[in-house]
């Protein structure tokens, strides 16, 4: 290996910790996924290495969750979200400059092939029925549907996808969560996009009233002023706009099994101008927030 590489593979060691797998004929090299352990409430990985880097190619895949989390892409992007300013730094003195070109590229996103939203689409056509079924089982009403602007598409990567669009303060697309209706392998389907660099459906959150943080969008549709987590562990950007931007209450709500992942989240956001204003709800162990409609506020958990 030479000097830069050594260096890189040190580096990648530092952030991610130690490697599973290591191929140095190819350039290859495992570790366990950051997004995968976060998911699953594990602070020290999971053990399975699935997040496969290429460090000659300078780009990198997580095997479990890359499709449905856009865990993949340029090593830059892997760096900008789990790599301290000094890591950081490091790896931009060491990469190529056709890599550092790489990463100055930005893909527009969009929403997904086929895209349409129930008010336009064929209430006759067979996929329209289906998913407006679906979201019907969930509860989930025609004022909702077009309070989010939902709809599914039937064609494409996103097929048979109930598609639920994000957007930020200045009404840009930023996001989405596609969510199949018919039985698939990933129950989820998200575009390529950092989760942790977005704040999903910034545009609808009114920073002066109470706000609930909930893990997914489904939750999100049966609270007021709701904060969409995207999993269960909140991204320092979420956090940064809580701390500078809240004035009311900040009310965690995390389905029933995830009380714990709960009780961290209220440890983490109470203190300093927040001390006092972080209120938790604690579900019984087999219910989600969509499954306790309008009966939320029974739920307040005191923290002694």
């Known amino acids: 290996m030479t000097d830069e590489v050594e260096v890189l593979v040190e580096l990648l060691s ?51 969750c890359g499709e449905t989390y856009g865990t993949h892409g340029p090593l830059g992007k892997l760096f900008d979200g789990y790599a301290t300013k000094a890591q950081k730094k490091v790896y ?21 092939e086929g895209f349409t939203t129930f008010k336009d689409s064929n209430p006759r056509f067979i996929p329209h029925i289906e998913a407006y079924k679906y979201l019907q089982s969930r509860g989930i ?20 996808r109930i598609v639920v669009p994000s957007y930020n303060t200045e009404n840009t697309l930023n996001y989405f969560v596609a969510r199949a209706w018919v039985p698939k392998k990933m ?46 562990k909140m991204s320092k950007l979420l956090f940064e706009n809580l701390y500078l931007k809240a004035e009311g209450n900040i009310i965690i709500c995390t389905d029933g099994d995830a009380f ?26 087999d219910k989600d927030v969509c499954d306790l409609r309008g009966q939320i506020d029974e739920y307040y958990y005191e923290i002694k």
């Open 14 to 64: 530092d952030v991610l910790g130690t490697p599973k797998q290591h191929y140095e004929s190819k350039g290859q090299i495992s570790f366990d996924c950051p997004v995968c352990a976060e998911e699953k409430g594990l602070d020290n990985g999971d053990g399975k290495g699935n997040l496969e880097i290429n460090y000659i190619r300078h780009v990198y895949k997580c095997w479990a």
């Open 92 to 112: 931009n003195l060491i990469k190529p400059e056709e890599f550092k070109q790489e990463d100055k590229k930005k893909v527009k996103l969009r929403l997904p």
């Open 141 to 160: 009403t025609d004022d909702i549907i077009d309070r989010y602007k939902i709809g599914y598409t039937a064609t494409g990567d996103y097929a048979y």
């Open 187 to 232: 129950k989820y389907k998200n575009p390529p996009v950092p989760k942790d660099e977005i704040i999903f459906n910034e545009g609808s959150v009114d920073w002066k009233k109470d706000v609930y943080l909930c893990e997914g969008v489904f939750d999100s549709f049966f609270l007021p002023n709701p904060i969409v987590m995207l999993g269960k």
């Open 260 to 285: 714990k992942d709960g009780v961290k989240l209220y440890h983490e956001l109470n203190g300093g101008k927040l001390y006092n204003k972080i209120k938790l709800i604690k579900l019984p162990a």
